[in-house]
């Protein structure tokens, strides 16, 4: 599931390459909204859905088991931990 | 007057938000730049939102489409959405974990470590703070124009008016370098009163305002224009090449046409004058063209620059836990159309828009990040001309705040701190070290502001591309365990040799649509940054065990170890 989630994210960036509407300007969406900027719109809301699906599918598991008060001594560079 | 008291009402909440937000500091530095890792997750969401979003969100996005037409919103928005959640989700996430565990406050503390090294802050610490100035000048001055403009009028009896041709202020106008000056006043004075907690708060209350006044000035305007079916039509028929990315052979071109026409007249008029008398030449009008597909294509790059930018990290570093950021990965992409699409539909619209017989924005019309406020000022009352006011100044200042934070932290942790010894310097001081280093460059922002400098979104443009030319850094500190310390410098310094190389080729910003092989110069440096990270690690001797056990095991097997 995480291979196509990602796989999917790769095929939105090549989708938002829309050269199929480059050219029209006459298509309208609801009348008003030109298709180019109709087709990107919902490239828009494409990715809130594949985040979602990339949040339930690829979430980084190993983070969840960071919790309060695991904050090591500070970084070598200074840190709050040397505050 | 009305727009005036508005801005003040907007001006003294944000300073009450500042003063409520300092009774929840703890007094400690990491309270002070972090706000003790607490952030939940709709703060967060807003407050990612907010600094990703400049002024350009509401003014330039409105210019930009006036100006080019509707193909800017995948240039710059759809791609954002998408891009920025993948930096959130995959290095946003990552970065907070280590910054959990290992007390990291700052990006180049950060780095230090996972690189083995000192003298890559030294070199990161001018490169990163030299990119963020651009990027403050553009607020501080977005804010002064903003201001100055729409208060015309209110204050006949103390400001007199000025300036002469285009840039010409009527009386009565707050001036630009009160507004300007008042603006950054109000930022230092939250930002010190509530740290990283009361850029929170206020970014979230300040994205909610620009983003609801963003839509109610769009159904505004629609109206006024006799409905949605009808603007559109307008351009349609005058501009419609505005609706497209291409240009045809048969188009209208009403705009440009009547623009040339208007352009040649002020010519020939400014020639005719005597030369002490003259003023600024007026601006030569460039004919629409046709949005490449590798221009395109490569303006992706440019949202890569969030994944480096110091005042996001630090936003990063402040949430509660990694679930904290789920909610912000998910909404961006919804958040940035919500904003841009109304916008680039009132740019589109502007530019062949008729009202009672005459264009609602004037032929030979030439500064397009005015648009927006002309529109407002035509079309809308007093009070909306007031609010939206209110509204582009929180999207600026909701960008402002984070950098002036951010600069000061990594000045009192990174340098400051770090030199002195962290065991010499107290909590109080180096909170105290971050206000004056802030106050210093704001200083030297105000003070490059009140020159006016010109292309100065060109130049942020340049800035950004800089930032997202240092992505690879970032990404491979992350998830490669053989970068080394020599791959990090070959990618850093390649990066700023090509981008001051390229830069020179665009004679220093001047020519504001520099392409290179056809892409966005970004492209080209990223690329040389990417290749000279892999071959330099490749070819020198990867990191100490040590240093990969510390980023590449899980957190339960190092904490088992320690």
Redesign the interface.
Known sequence: MKKLVYGL?IL??IL????W??????T?VF????I??AY??G???A??VL??L??KY?W?S??????EG?????????????? | MTPLVIIAAYLALLLLLGVVSSRFSKG???DYF?ASRGIGSFLLVMSLFGTTMTAFALVGSTGESFKAG??V??LM???S??VH??CF?LVG??L??FG??????TQ???F??RFES?GL?LVLFPILVGLIIPYLLIGVMGAGVTIEKVTEGALPSLFAAHGVGPAAVKAGAIPYWLGSAVICVIVLIYVFLGGVRGTAWANAMQTLIFMVLGVVTFVVISDKLGG??N??AMV?REN???????V?EGDPLTRYHQNLAVYQKRLADWEAKPAETRGAKPEAVSRPES?G?LH??SY?FIPLSVGMFPHLFQHWLTAR???TF?LA??????L??IVW?PC??VG?WATSAIVDGRPVVPYGFTNPNAVLGLLVSKLATPMLSGLLTAGILAAIMSSLDSQFLCIGSIFA??IA??YLG??RVT?RQ?VLLGRGFVVLIVLVTYLLALRRPGGVFTLGVWCFSGFASLFPLVFAAVYWRRVTKAGAYACVLSAAVTWLWLFAQSRYGANPSFLFLDMMPVATITMVSTVALVLVSLLTKPPQTGTIGKFFS???SR?AH?
């Open positions: 994210i939105l960036l938002h390459q829309d050269f509407w480059w050219d029209n300007s006459e309208l009348g008003f909204i030109p180019g900027l990107q719109a490239v828009s809301l990715a809130a985040w979602a990339a949040v690829c980084p190993e983070t969840d088991t960071i919790e695991s904050e090591a001594a500070g970084p070598a560079s200074g840190g709050e931990g040397r505050a | 400690t530095a990491a972090l509707i193909g919103y995948g928005a759809s791609s959405g998408i959640s993948a989700f996430i990552k907070w974990s959990k565990q290992h007390g990291y406050i180049i503390q950060f230090r470590d000192d802050g949605v079916a603007a559109t349609q419609p090449e505005k609706l497209r990315r291409t045809r949005l597909y395109f294509l992706l836990s990694a679930k789920r990965v998910i909404l961006h992409p919804v940035i159309m699409v680039v539909l589109v942790n990174d701190a770090h962290h065991d909590d180096r899980r957190p339960e904490q320690a």
